[in-house]
């Protein structure tokens, strides 16, 4: 898979946000609103852990690919770009994870 496959699943996303057009799983989610875009979002998590701990890896890439979509999903409906998260990965790379989640701000 390319950055470009991303970018082109994305694009669709944004083209059926745009356009409101009828049939579309995506405008459906979008229209319900949050709550079950992350309803969406959070079964999706939850079938990787179970593809994963059926040891399943084709399973895996399935369930995996579907949290991605839902991901962006979420990412359109919050007003969140590919480039956004590719920025963010940026600030991150070369960081120990350690150091990272230690240098984030606390939650209140």
């Known amino acids: 898979m390319s950055q470009q496959t991303l970018q082109d699943v994305f694009d669709v996303i944004l083209e059926r946000q745009r356009s409101q057009r009828e049939n579309s799983y995506v405008v459906s989610l979008l229209r319900k609103g949050t709550d079950a875009i992350l309803k969406k979002v959070g079964e999706e998590a939850?079938?990787?852990?179970?593809?994963?701990?059926?040891?399943s890896r084709e399973e895996c890439i399935h369930e995996i690919t579907d949290l991605w979509f839902h991901s962006m999903v979420?990412?359109?409906?919050a007003g969140i770009s590919l480039a956004d998260i590719e920025e963010e990965f940026g600030r991150r790379f070369?960081?120990?994870?350690?150091v990272e989640k230690a240098n984030r701000p606390l939650k209140q």
Do not use: I
């Open 46 to 55: 939850a079938e990787v852990l179970l593809a994963a701990k059926n040891d």
């Open 74 to 77: 979420l990412m359109a409906h």
């Open 94 to 98: 070369g960081q120990s994870g350690l």
